[in-house]
């Protein structure tokens, strides 16, 4: 398990696309996470990210701000990119409010995915109608089997949910994972190790569930030497993963 490490391109959609993933493989990633957030996000670039090296973890799209029209229409455009690419999994957001509006939404993606073979997995964060696990639980694991989950986290840590129980009974439900640090005061996104989490209650968890795909970083507000940014935090994960792996404990 926990053998491979991607990044999320909306983090550096400051950048042309290209760049961006040039500086994801030198970092030593071996994934991505492909964001329709970014303005290059196509078909095409997806393929360059592949010709580059770079295996597709998902395709992904949040909008937690759009306009509800904006919301479905990028949402269904996430989902045809992911099936005529062949990528396995879509990452979906929910809105800041409109709870019905949202269950919506999600029930009209859930069938869009089910039709095209694409596995859905939404992300709960903190002040969105998802606003964690339980709201998970409630709106989203309900739509059916395939409806499945992004587990973030740092979005769980900051809920004290980050739990090696809460992340079990999720079980198969898990079908993306981002990382990143975390303070539980504080919702910002810092390089892995950083904050107070507790990571061997997240990969104890994983590997209760059964998890075996990619930890995605998701870090934003990168600064100026954000080459150098993703190496470091490409390091610390692995540092973190593979003390994991060889101790089962964890500092």
């Known amino acids: 398990m926990l053998e491979r490490t991607g990044f999320r391109t909306s983090g550096l959609k400051h950048l042309p696309l290209k760049t961006a993933l040039d500086g994801i493989v030198r970092a030593g990633f071996q994934t991505v996470e492909f964001c329709l957030e970014h303005p290059e996000a196509s078909r095409t670039t997806l393929e ?67 039709r095209l073979g694409v596995k859905p997995a939404w992300e709960t964060e903190p002040g969105t109608v998802l606003d964690g696990i339980d709201e998970f ?46 303070n539980r005061s504080e919702h910002r996104h810092l390089i892995p190790g950083r904050g107070d989490m507790e990571w061997q209650n997240l990969f104890r968890g994983l590997a209760e569930a059964g998890y075996g795909g990619p930890l ?25 993963i593979n003390y994991y792996k060889h101790n089962q404990t964890f500092f």
């Open 48 to 114: 360059l990210a592949r010709k580059m090296g770079l295996n597709i973890s998902s395709v992904s799209y949040h909008g937690k701000n759009d306009a509800p029209g904006t919301r479905l229409e990028n949402g269904k455009r996430a989902i045809r990119m992911a099936a005529e690419s062949l990528v396995d999994v879509v990452v979906l957001g929910s809105p800041v409010r409109d709870r019905d509006g949202f269950l919506r939404e999600a029930a009209d993606l859930y069938d869009m995915c089910c």
């Open 216 to 240: 995605t970083i998701d870090l934003f507000d990168i600064p100026a030497d954000w080459r150098g940014y993703l190496q470091r935090a490409n390091i610390a994960l692995n540092t973190r």
């Open 137 to 182: 639980h409630m709106h989203i694991a309900s739509l059916g089997p395939l409806a499945g989950i992004n587990l973030d986290a740092g979005h769980l840590h900051l809920q004290e949910r980050c739990t090696v129980e809460d992340i079990r009974v999720l079980g198969d439900r898990i079908f993306h994972v981002h990382v990143e640090g975390m």
